[in-house]
Structure formats: structure tokens, C-alpha cells
């Protein structure tokens, strides 16, 4: 059965109480086609639309938030025009209210003469989005990048923290400091992602409660839910599991104290994650943001 | 400009596993020839390398992802025993191989399951029960999906020698796979309770019905069926098996009666 797509909405999802989304992945798709209803929206990562535009059933996305991971905001190596124009153009198909990214970079410049398997190509392209060394260096190239985005796109732009494993050498903050520093010096929103946010407190030995004090909540407008799991006393993120309790302890403060709007559940890596359990992390989601 | 250099590095980290083993075993050549301040050095060399190798396990990992779809149990497996970052972190380097050129998602799958079918044999521990067995098990269907989605099986068959009639693959297992994939879907599997069952389980590949089909079978039928490849005649067969060849020929006609075999006809000129 499929339910009508509501008309979409200016500049938000919504006002009020924060809605609950779910992210996109090959996996999730049999749960949207059966049941369209479940979610207020879905987050849908610009890659997999470039990639292929039909991959996913938007006309059962009730609506779609755009999610990037290739502008590789704190990297020195900018993405080509064509991506910059693909993403331009993925904003309008979808009318996402904003486009988040990763405050982190995918790209950087190859060292010459390396010898490695992609050594004709001038660039390491990671795949993946790994935290630039914090400090105010990194910090000019995030802010330039958040103005170019904004006066390209002219909606919002949330960044996405990225969790740490370790601190990146040439750092002179913590990601707190970084983060509340690139609020004053930029109009950035927030993507906070909830999982990342306790594994770089925990694997810095800090409280997760505490280090949420440090961040600038009203920035927040969308959080990510996803699992953790450990390896020889190291956290390490896993979206294959489901949210450790300590996670939801920080939704409840955020839905308390800031400006949320959206809640997205990440359980996109594994086909085997069961409908049930992440039923299960719905219902928690939902309850600790009625907290 | 060391902010810049800190990105090439650990990028480089990432996608280059020979430099990450040097990073890790001698870090001053490593980072020779970079332009790196002295507290950004001092930071290199503070680093806790198992957690860089760490993120190169988690990132090979998630690139992965889509791979265990074939194969979910020896992935709930190898998460209930702890092997996942180590599997990864060794398959950095092969991982990385394979982004560097064009590949199918066939030959990818293939690769990581013959990596995986390695790592069992020689470093992943005995103490992983059921684990083997689930993975056989799980492999075995796939090269069976892949045949039955080719439409073909690439084998060249001799006149006369028993063959399989669609794809045809036999496997030994000490504890059943079906058991303990049960047992992990209901949410109950514990190592300690997994038990001893020593059987033989024949796949079909039925190319025109589009299916794939599991049979037990005892030891003699698997051995022989095992070999029924398409090259070896019955009397070689007898002979590998160390069997009656009379007793052979009553279960390939047997096979033959039950759509797993096929005899290729000998052609008169």
C-alpha cells in the first residue's frame, strides 16, 4: 500500500517535535516499499542518486533529505565541477530542506612517485570520511568551503562530525573546540552524529554528557542513531548493531535543550539486521525523544 | 603546509597498506621527505598505530558490505567471535587491489571468499565452532546462484563421463550448517551448543527451473558424486574412491534417475 506523498516543506522538516528518519541503503528498501508510513523521511546519500537515479523508490519517501559524502570539506583538494553541479542538481529533484556533509575530508593530494596500485592518478581517494587534523589551518579551508556551498546551494548546510579513533597529528584543539570554533566563524549548521559524538568521548576518555555541553546546541538541527561496538578497548562505529543505552541518554538531553528537527536511525550496512530489532530502535528513538 | 601533508598521509594510510606497514614499523622513514612541522612530527610519532590500522580495517570493511549479503551467517559468526577488524585489517591490502581496477561484482565476491576460505585455513582459530562448516555452506550456494544466473557451468565434460546436469557441488561438514543457521536466525545460537554431526550435503544447480536444491547424503554417494566432474569415467572414479566399480554405476544411475547427473552420449561416426 502506498501512501500519498505529502507536499513538501520550505526550509525544514518540520517545528516542534523532531521527526524520525531512517537512511537509505539496498536494505532498507524492501521496509520503505512495505511499509512507507513507518518513517517521516528518508535520508537518501547523493552518491547512490548520481550513481544510479532510479535506485531509489522516492515516490515512497514520505520526504528525502540529501546526504553527501564527496565535497570533502576539510581536504585542499576541491571536488571537479561536475560534482558540485550533480549535487546543485539533486537538491532541486529532491527539495531537500538542506544538504548535510561530513565535516571531514575523502581526498588528498598523492604523494608523487608513491608506486601504488593508483599511483597514475594524482589524488588518494579514501572512500570514506576521515576528520582533517583540528586546528584554525583546516578550520580556513571548512569556512570556505560552508560559503561556497551556501552561496552554490542556498539552502542550509550541516556538517557531520566524524568519530575519532585517534587525534589527527597537527591538531591544537579537541573536535568540541573545532566545532564550536567553526559555529563562530560560519552559519554551518549541525548533522550531530549522536554514535560518533560517544565513541570520540569514550576513546578520549571523556563523558559523553559532558562533551555535548561543549558543542553548540542550537546548531543542531538532525542527529544519527547507529551502534558501536569495541575492539581490544578502542570504539569504533558499527551500524550493524544497535544503539548502546548511553546514546540514547544523549538524544533525551538533546531533545530537551536544542533546536533538533530530525532523527535519523544509520542501520545501513548490514542485510541482515533484522525488521525487528530495528523496529525495536524506532520505538526507543521515539520514547527517548518523548522523555 | 602540514595540514594538507597530515590529509596525504593518512589517506595514504588508507589506501596504500605497504605504507601503512612501513608507517607502522619504522616511522621516521616513513615520514622522510614530508613537510612536517616538529609538533606535527611529535604527533606522528606519538600516534597509536593499531588504531590508524584499525580505521584501515573499519573502511575496508564498510566497502565491503554489500559482499556479505551472499554469505549472512559466517558474517553473524565471525561477529560473535571477535574476527571482524582482524579479517578486514588483513584484507586491506587485496581490498585495495581491487579498487585499483575495473572488477565484476562477481570476481570481487570471489576474491574475498577465497581470501576467507584461506584465513580459515590458516589463522583464524579452531576454537570458532560451526564457523567453517556455515561458510562452506554459504559459499557453496553462491558459486550454485552464480551458475544458475550464468545459465551455464563452465565445465568441459569428456564422452561417457559422468557430469552434472546443471551445477553440481558436494561438501563435507562436521556439524550441520542448517542447524546452526537456525539457531543464529532464532536468536539462540551458542557456540558451546553446537555438536558434532558429520555429514555430506550435495547442491543442485537446476539451470532451467532456476533453483538450487541441498541434499544429505552418505559418505560413498558424496565421494563419488565429488567426483563426477565430467572428466573422470566411471572406472576411474571406482578407482579413486577405492570402490566397487558395479556399486559406483548404481549410484551415478541413481543420480542420473534424480536430475543431479547426466551422461554425455557417445557420438558414432
Known amino acids: 500500500m502506498r501512501t500519498k506523498r505529502p507536499e513538501r516543506r520550505e526550509g525544514a522538516v518540520c517545528r516542534g517535535r523532531p521527526r524520525v528518519g531512517i537512511s537509505y541503503s539496498d536494505y532498507v528498501r524492501p521496509l520503505l516499499l512495505d511499509r512507507p508510513d513507518l518513517f517521516d523521511y528518508v535520508e537518501i546519500p547523493f552518491e547512490m542518486l548520481r550513481a544510479n537515479p532510479h535506485v531509489v523508490p522516492i515516490e515512497n519517501c514520505p520526504q528525502v533529505l540529501l546526504h553527501s559524502a564527496s565535497l570533502s570539506m576539510a581536504g585542499d583538494v576541491p571536488p571537479d565541477e561536475a560534482t558540485w553541479s550533480a549535487v546543485g542538481d539533486w537538491i532541486d529533484r529532491t527539495s531537500t530542506p538542506w544538504l548535510s556533509e561530513h ?9 608523487p612517485g608513491d608506486g601504488s596500485a593508483h599511483s597514475a592518478v594524482p589524488i588518494y581517494d579514501i572512500g570514506y570520511a576521515i576528520s582533517a587534523p583540528m586546528n584554525e589551518e583546516s578550520l580556513d579551508v571548512v569556512v570556505a568551503a560552508v560559503e561556497t556551498c551556501s552561496q552554490r546551494f542556498g539552502i542550509p548546510i550541516l556538517l557531520e562530525n566524524s568519530p575519532l579513533y585517534f587525534t589527527p597529528p597537527g591538531s591544537t584543539m579537541t573536535q ?16 550531530l552524529d549522536v554514535t560518533h559524538l560517544v565513541i570520540t568521548a569514550q576513546n578520549l576518555g571523556r563523558d559523553p554528557i559532558e562533551a555535548l555541553h561543549e558543542l553548540p546546541l542550537d546548531r543542531i538541527l538532525e542527529v544519527h542513531v547507529a551502534g558501536i561496538s569495541d575492539f581490544e578497548g578502542t570504539q569504533w562505529d558499527d551500524h550493524t548493531v544497535r544503539a548502546p543505552e548511553v546514546v540514547m541518554d544523549v538524544l533525551r538531553v538533546l531533545a530537551r535543550g536544542s533546536g533538533l528537527e530530525a532523527v535519523t536511525l544509520e542501520y545501513n550496512w548490514s542485510v541482515t539486521f533484522p525488521r525487528s530489532m530495528l523496529l525495536g530502535e524506532l520505538a526507543r528513538v521515539k520514547e527517548a525523544l518523548a522523555a | ?4 601533508t597530515v590529509n596525504t598521509l593518512i589517506a595514504r594510510c588508507m ?8 608507517l607502522s614499523s619504522d616511522r621516521d622513514a616513513a615520514l622522510r621527505g614530508y613537510d612536517l612541522n616538529d609538533r606535527t612530527r611529535s604527533d606522528f610519532a606519538a600516534l597509536d598505530i593499531r588504531r590508524v590500522i584499525g580505521l584501515a580495517a573499519v573502511i575496508t570493511k564498510v566497502q565491503n558490505n554489500g559482499l556479505w549479503q551472499w554469505i549472512p551467517n559466517t558474517r553473524a559468526l565471525t561477529v560473535r567471535y571477535g574476527l571482524e577488524q582482524e579479517l578486514f585489517a588483513a584484507f586491506h591490502r587485496e581490498h585495495q587491489a581491487l579498487r585499483a581496477g575495473p572488477r565484476t561484482r562477481d570476481e570481487q565476491t570471489r576474491r574475498f571468499f577465497d581470501f576467507l576460505g584461506h584465513a580459515l585455513e590458516e589463522w583464524i582459530p579452531e576454537e570458532t565452532p560451526a564457523l567453517r562448516d556455515v561458510f562452506q555452506h554459504e559459499r557453496l550456494l553462491w558459486e550454485l546462484r552464480t551458475i544458475v544466473a550464468c545459465g551455464t557451468d563452465t565445465l568441459v565434460c569428456a564422452s561417457g563421463a559422468p557430469a552434472p546436469n546443471g551445477g553440481l557441488r558436494v561438501g563435507f561438514f562436521s556439524s550441520s550448517p542448517h542447524e546452526t543457521i537456525a539457531a543464529i536466525r532464532a536468536e539462540r545460537f551458542i557456540p558451546a551448543n553446537v555438536r558434532s554431526a558429520p555429514q555430506w550435503l550435495v547442491y543442485h544447480a537446476d539451470i532451467a527451473a532456476q533453483t538450487v536444491r541441498t541434499l544429505e547424503v552418505d559418505e560413498v554417494t558424496g565421494r563419488v558424486l565429488a567426483l563426477a566432474d565430467g572428466t573422470r569415467s566411471i572406472a576411474a572414479i571406482a578407482r579413486e574412491c577405492g570402490i566397487d566399480r558395479r556399486r559406483v554405476k548404481r549410484l551415478i544411475d541413481a543420480a542420473v534417475d534424480a ?3 547426466t551422461i554425455p552420449v557417445r557420438r558414432r561416426h
Open chain 2, 259 to 261: 536430475g543431479l547427473l
Open chain 1, 176 to 191: 568540541f573546540e573545532y566545532i564550536r570554533r567553526l559555529c563562530e566563524r560560519s552559519p554551518a549548521r549541525l548533522l
Open chain 2, 1 to 4: 603546509m602540514s595540514t594538507g
Open chain 2, 15 to 22: 589506501v596504500d597498506p605497504e605504507f601503512l606497514a612501513l
Open chain 1, 103 to 111: 565535516l571531514a575530508f575523502f581526498t588528498a593530494h598523492r604523494t
